[in-house]
């Protein structure tokens, strides 16, 4: 099981970004799903998350901005970012409670993160 995050780049204070994050392999469900970010010299903190019937929850930080969603039929979740600040600045990374086969736990998988850069 992979989550692959994709979407980065560089964009100007206001801009917007998506950022996709999709689930591959073996999968038998998907539960709640979020996205984190880590700043430079800064601890990683929680953006966003969504659970697997749709309820969200944001940082005050971003709420009213950046909207999380998922496409349970394509295993994939977004995170839209609108109004853009520079405070914004980080590598933009995303988790999954999974569960791999019928067999088997859920458990916590984690995908590479996407650097977004937004600058002044």
């Known amino acids: 099981v992979q989550l692959q995050a994709s979407g980065g780049g560089l964009v100007q204070a206001g801009g917007s970004l998506r950022l996709p994050c999709a689930a591959s392999g073996s999968i038998f469900s998907i539960n709640a799903m979020g996205w984190y970010r880590q700043a430079p010299g800064k601890q990683r903190e929680l953006v966003a998350t969504?659970?697997?019937?749709?309820?969200?929850n944001y940082a005050d930080s971003v709420e009213g901005r950046f909207t999380i969603s998922r496409d349970n039929a394509k295993n994939t979740m977004y995170l839209q970012m609108d109004s853009l600040k520079p405070e914004d600045t980080a590598v933009y990374s995303c988790?999954?409670?999974?569960?791999?086969?019928?067999?088997?736990?859920?458990?916590?998988?984690w995908g590479q993160g996407t650097l977004v850069t937004v600058s002044s």
């Open positions: 969504i659970t697997s019937v749709g309820t969200t």
């Open positions: 988790a999954a409670s999974m569960i791999a086969t019928i067999t088997t736990k859920a458990r916590w998988y």
